[in-house]
């Protein structure tokens, strides 16, 4: 008797943490949904603001292709962009969980940030020496002829880190996907061994 | 009596998967021991490299405080190095697990990892207009003239990335340490509920 009425007790705990773990899972899926859907938009932005990027005055003429950083903040939000919409579509798709599938976001969703962050770092970088100089290897201020084209570099770069951001806890998110076995929840109470 | 078999042949089970992790958990921790104590030489390495920095000839002098991204990689060192040496006494104190303790590793792990990264990916982007100068901005290419002291940076800036790659190894070690509770392990097959 005693047994039955500990089975059920036991059935009751155990419906009651899976609705649990559904519940959490529908808004971190809610969450990461959106997180990849953001830098779409973001890195398109970037992308077509530097693409555009050129200005042609009495002192010369700069575009964005005259800086190696710049090329590459254009080329990494391009794949940044591919990747998002790409992993948003097979995170879109119902229940096609699998641990391939967590381990191959878990390491992309790590290289993407590394990725742009990178380009973002460079960036900002050479915004810096375009905007104050440096005496000691005499680099003059580029910013002062070339005002609005370092504004929309700047702007790229600035919309680059809201993109950084999102793949940083994107990748918080896939490390927790992948490491806590997400989608086959466990019904077990790990510091005590084995319950219900 | 076939209660009693299964009991005995689930406990038998459960030895042998407590020992693979056990075993697992010991490869782990002298791996993570082992890129906890790299960083420490590495970083110590590159910042003096970087601090000895400076030269003075008949175009001027240069020196490593004169370039932002280089007192900024100095700085991401010398913050790499202290976190290295007191997470590498943390680690090794015996068996102080807690999952305060794990939160701590891995969100300081992935920010480190960061830190480092940009310092890298600044650095190098500075020693790359050193290197081939910028015809738009009219910068000279300041390595021709000050040959040893871009070496120096370019060695300081090579070991800084090897500190990047022994970081991003550590994030996803200090990940799956959180995430699948390494310290505490499960004893259920979450794919099939509860067994044993």
Known sequence: MQVLQTSTSCKQHMGTHNQRLEDNHSVLRLLETFLRLL?????????VIMLKN??????GSVSYTHL?????LVHANGICAGYSLF??????????????????FFLLDQVLTYL?????AASTEVLYLAEKGNMATTWGSACRAFGPFCHK???STAITFVVVLCYVLLSLISSYKL???????????????VEC
Chains 1, 2 share one sequence.
């Open 39 to 47: 830098p779409i938009a973001l890195c398109v932005t970037a992308l």
């Open 54 to 59: 050129s200005q042609q005055n009495q002192y």
């Open 68 to 72: 190696g950083p710049f090329r590459y």
């Open 87 to 104: 992993s948003l579509v097979i995170v879109a798709l119902p229940r096609l969980y699998s641990m391939t599938r967590a381990w191959s």
């Open 116 to 120: 742009i962050l990178a380009a973002g």
């Open 153 to 155: 570099a700047t702007a």
């Open 179 to 193: 490491f806590s076995k997400y989608d086959t929840p466990t019904v077990s109470n790990p510091s005590k061994g």
